[in-house]
T-cell receptor, first 110, second 116 residues
Framework: DAKTTQPPSMDCAEGRAANLPCNHS???????VYWYRQIHSQGPQYIIH???NNETNEMASLIITEDRKSSTLILPHATLRDTAVYYC???????????FGQGTELSVKP | NAGVMQNPRHLVRRRGQEARLRCSPM?????VYWYRQLPEEGLKFMVY????????ESGMPKERFSAEFPKEGPSILRIQQVVRGDSAAYFC??????????????FGPGTRLTVL
């Protein structure tokens, strides 16, 4: 599975959009980009995933570059409850383990 | 639809005792995963099971750890002769498999194991 690179931490003002970047330059053609988050001490929570096209759901939007070497998770209106560690994971959509890196610790501030 | 359930939520054991952690997947999910999070560290995959089968145990320590997912009942992660280094949060996740997406894994609240 491809390796990902994320900034270790980011701050965001409450109510503003949070844009979390992820580099995955070695991604292969049939690997998906998944995003999870872990709010302090809780179990991780699935957010969104995509292959080539941009995706949007009730939680977030996922923007994948045309060459698929990077992506951005967008929380359109961040709230204090969005403070968490966000993980970008690249893998085949065929089941199996999630490999969690260090993630990005997002702090949403009032 | 209840989420993934884990019990107990907190477990205290003395060195040398056995720890049994239980995980009930979401209804309709046939795939179960176990992850461990040591204090101040990231989440690490341990084992992936389907009903009555271990699919991938590449993250399981070679000794003292075992896992099962029987035809009936919850998945069990068993740690024999616990040591202080086993103190961690153990998370279980489930997914529906091929029909509903393999990697949308739904996590339980975790079991915090403390070894005295």
């Amino acid at each position: 599975d491809a390796k990902t690179t994320q900034p270790p931490s980011m701050d965001c003002a409450e109510g503003r959009a949070a844009n979390l970047p992820c580099n995955h330059s070695t991604i292969s053609g049939n690997e998906y980009v998944y995003w999870y988050r872990q709010i302090h001490s809780q179990g991780p929570q699935y957010i969104i995933h995509g292959l080539k096209n941009n995706e949007t759901n009730e939680m977030a939007s996922l923007i994948i570059t045309e060459d698929r070497k990077s992506s951005t998770l967008i929380l359109p209106h961040a709230t204090l409850r969005d403070t968490a560690v966000y993980y970008c994971i690249v893998l085949y959509n065929q089941g199996g383990k999630l490999i969690f890196g260090q993630g990005t610790e997002l702090s949403v501030k009032p | 639809n209840a989420g993934v359930m884990q019990n107990p939520r907190h477990l205290v054991r003395r060195r040398g005792q056995e720890a049994r952690l239980r995980c009930s997947p979401m209804k309709g999910h046939s795939h179960v995963y176990w992850y461990r999070q040591l204090p101040e560290e990231g989440l690490k995959f341990m084992v992936y099971l389907q009903k009555e089968n271990i699919i991938d145990e590449s993250g399981m320590p070679k000794e003292r750890f075992s896992a099962e997912f029987p035809k009936e009942g919850p998945s069990i992660l068993r740690i024999q002769q616990v040591v202080r280094g086993d103190s961690a949060a153990y998370f279980c996740a489930s997914s529906p498999g091929a029909s509903g997406g393999y990697n949308e894994q739904f996590f339980g609240p975790g079991t915090r194991l403390t070894v005295l």
